[in-house]
């Protein structure tokens, strides 16, 4: 594991569409929490104050600005039909990107900064990352909806030490069907700007349109050193709609999407 690093992200939606996110991650310094909600983003020193246990994720987090206590109960895990990557896994790249679960539900209750907080049946999302470095410029964008869940990230990659490409890994997923507009599948990127992408594959085409807004510092990782800052914005209102020989397959707004946009 030595100039490497691996990292674990939770997503827990409340019924009051409160969001917060969890980073679970070993480096070369040793084990790393961090926590994202709207307000800010904190580094947590006692790695322990979260636990997992199977399908029970419990909270003991007591620090001086942030204080989260209380269970999470995860449900059935909806991971993708296949692999994330595709035949990219084979590949010496720099970051492996993996999806746990494109949706499940959460029941529970967590005390927050003495807010109470309930889960019932409501939303959670869980993917990894894995490898040396995180791509110089990428962006990441996750929605988890009641219906369907999104989730985007485009990426420079280098590859072999002298071949640099956007890569592109889109995942849409509704109850009945999933679609796929990625790189590996002849997806290609027709737009990015700082409030809009579209990409299509086919007669495919997705686009997100979205606000941008300063996010949250979070650690990570430089040749398995966590010494790079990045910002995610873990509630940004956006609005995005899938299509097919122009004919509206999804069309959706959420409120609460996450957003890391690192591309300028």
Same mark, same amino acid.
């Given at each position: 594991?030595?100039?490497?690093?691996?990292?674990?992200?939770?997503?827990?939606?409340?019924?009051?569409?409160?969001?917060?996110?969890?980073?679970?991650?070993?480096?070369?310094?040793?084990?790393?929490?961090?926590?994202?909600?709207?307000?800010?983003?904190?580094?947590?020193?006692?790695?322990?104050?979260?636990?997992?246990?199977?399908?029970?994720?419990?909270?003991?987090?007591?620090?001086?600005?942030?204080?989260?206590?209380?269970?999470?109960?995860?449900?059935?895990?909806?991971?993708?039909?296949?692999?994330?990557?595709?035949?990219?896994?084979?590949?010496?790249?720099?970051?492996?990107?993996?999806?746990?679960?494109?949706?499940?539900?959460?029941?529970?209750?967590?005390?927050?900064?003495?807010?109470?907080?309930?889960?019932?049946?409501?939303?959670?999302?869980?993917?990894?990352?894995?490898?040396?470095?995180?791509?110089?410029?990428?962006?990441?964008?996750?929605?988890?909806?009641?219906?369907?869940?999104?989730?985007?990230?485009?990426?420079?990659?280098?590859?072999?030490?002298?071949?640099?490409?956007?890569?592109?890994?889109?995942?849409?997923?509704?109850?009945?069907?999933?679609?796929?507009?990625?790189?590996?599948?002849?997806? =290609?990127? +027709?737009?990015?700007?700082? &409030?809009? *992408? #579209?990409?299509?594959?086919?007669?495919? !085409?997705? %686009? /997100?349109? $979205?606000?941008?807004?300063?996010?949250?510092?979070?650690?990570?990782?430089?040749?398995?050193?966590?010494?790079?800052?990045?910002?995610?914005?873990?509630?940004?209102?956006? =609005?995005? +709609?899938?299509?097919?020989? &122009?004919? *509206? #397959?999804?069309?959706?707004?959420?409120? !609460?999407? %996450? /957003?890391? $946009?690192?591309?300028?």
């Amino acid at each position: 594991m030595k100039n490497r690093f691996y990292g674990k992200y939770y997503k827990f939606i409340s019924d009051e569409k409160y969001v917060l996110a969890c980073i679970i991650s070993h480096a070369n310094e040793g084990d790393m929490l961090q926590i994202i909600t709207k307000e800010n983003s904190y580094l947590i020193k006692d790695t322990e104050s979260i636990k997992i246990n199977n399908d029970i994720i419990a909270f003991n987090v007591n620090t001086e600005k942030l204080k989260i206590n209380g269970q999470i109960k995860l449900g059935k895990l909806n991971p993708l039909k296949s692999k994330v990557m595709g035949p990219f896994t084979y590949l010496p790249m720099e970051c492996r990107h993996e999806i746990y679960s494109m949706y499940h539900t959460l029941n529970g209750k967590l005390t927050i900064n003495d807010k109470e907080y309930n889960y019932n049946d409501s939303l959670g999302y869980i993917e990894g990352d894995s490898g040396k470095n995180f791509p110089t410029k990428y962006i990441w964008y996750n929605s988890v909806l009641k219906d369907n869940t999104v989730t985007l990230a485009i990426a420079t990659i280098p590859l072999f030490g002298f071949i640099n490409f956007k890569g592109l890994l889109c995942f849409i997923k509704t109850k009945n069907k999933e679609y796929k507009i990625c790189t590996y599948n002849f997806g =290609k990127i +027709k737009k990015i700007n700082n &409030n809009e *992408i #579209i990409i299509k594959k086919a007669k495919y !085409i997705f %686009s /997100l349109n $979205f606000d941008l807004k300063d996010g949250n510092n979070l650690k990570a990782p430089i040749k398995g050193n966590m010494d790079r800052y990045i910002k995610e914005t873990i509630t940004i209102s956006t =609005k995005y +709609k899938l299509t097919y020989k &122009n004919n *509206i #397959i999804l069309d959706s707004s959420d409120d !609460i999407s %996450s /957003l890391e $946009f690192m591309w300028d």
